[in-house]
């Protein structure tokens, strides 16, 4: 691994040696989570150099640690759950998302439940709190993970595919396509040069209207409700639909407005769908070991296909040192 940071000066990227970093102080986030309705309270707690990024759950006991790496992957469905042992933490994308997207390289987090708080469905007050508060650039070397040839996986069902190809400077170009109307095909990307805190952070996960019934009914989005999911309307739906969501969600009312989207919440971008698939990609794709110094190119990226190419970039990288 080479140890590389990237930051825009003159208009220009350039490549300065930067240490690794923790938070300077505890943040504790409670809710409910999106599939299970489970509550849970987490405490994000600084941690020693080299550590990473691991999940501890309280619940289960004094040594129910779980390390996000891609190898604890457990399930992608819907979400991304890691295990070990007897100890599970489903959701986990968006607070890795939030931990990479800022910079955030070790930290232990304590949880006394299953699934990770959904809060608004983004990953936006994790930055905020590592915002106000700052982080702790500690001494160690901050290591970057450098993949050592392209490496390619495909779902060929799907059409879905990750392309990472080894690279000076970390960038992800994205494209989503739903074959949907109201969503068309949008493309996302970062670099450098991106703003992670306002141009990703704030985006919302969406779902189609016509999915909340099947996922209901598989016990999934137990959580869900109209502060925490941007909801898509593709197909026709009668009144009668509506004010059974209503109801589902336990508001009075939903309507749908002129752009095809439910109107419990307001777009922050045009494209936040495609911008919310770029933070859950970074979330995923940290499970590798932490950001990628490598040019990455999503088409249909999701959970399955996210965490099996950081599995392939751990593996590759275990292999070149052979």
């Known amino acids: 691994m080479r140890t590389v940071f990237c930051s825009k000066q003159s208009d220009k990227i350039i490549m300065t040696i930067k240490r690794q970093r923790t938070l300077n102080q505890e943040h504790v986030f409670c809710g409910k989570g999106l599939h299970t309705g489970q509550v849970a309270r987490m405490v994000l707690k600084p941690a020693d150099e080299n550590i990473g990024i691991v999940f501890h759950r309280t619940d289960l006991g004094d040594d129910a640690f779980v390390e996000a790496v891609a190898e604890n992957v457990t399930s992608t469905a819907r979400s991304t759950t890691i295990s070990k042992g007897e100890a599970s933490v489903s959701t986990i994308e968006h607070l890795m998302s939030a931990l990479t997207g800022m910079g955030v390289d070790n930290v232990i987090v304590e949880i006394d439940n299953v699934e990770v708080p959904i809060l608004d469905g983004s990953a936006r007050y994790y930055v905020e709190a590592f915002k106000e508060d700052g982080l702790n650039e500690q001494e160690a070397a901050k290591e970057y993970v450098t993949v050592p040839e392209e490496i390619v996986i495909k779902d060929e069902k799907t059409g879905s595919f990750i392309k990472v190809t080894p690279s000076d400077t970390p960038s992800i170009d994205l494209t989503v396509d739903f074959g949907s109307k109201v969503l068309g095909v949008q493309k996302a990307s970062w670099d450098c040069g991106t703003d992670y805190s306002s141009e990703i952070a704030p985006c919302r996960t969406f779902v189609f209207f016509h999915e909340i019934e099947y996922l209901f009914q598989n016990n999934l989005v137990k959580g869900g409700d109209v502060e925490n999911a941007i909801v898509i309307v593709e197909h026709p739906v009668t009144q009668e639909q509506v004010d059974t969501l209503a109801g589902l969600f ?73």
């Open 250 to 322: 336990n508001v009075p009312s939903l309507a749908i407005d002129s752009n095809g989207y439910l109107n419990n919440l307001q777009l922050h971008f045009p494209d936040e769908c495609g911008r919310h698939k770029l933070l859950d990609l970074i979330g995923d794709l940290s499970l590798a070991g932490g950001l990628l110094n490598a040019r990455v190119e999503a088409f249909k990226p999701g959970h399955s296909i996210n965490t099996r190419m950081a599995k392939a970039i751990r593996e590759a990288i275990t292999n070149s040192k052979l």
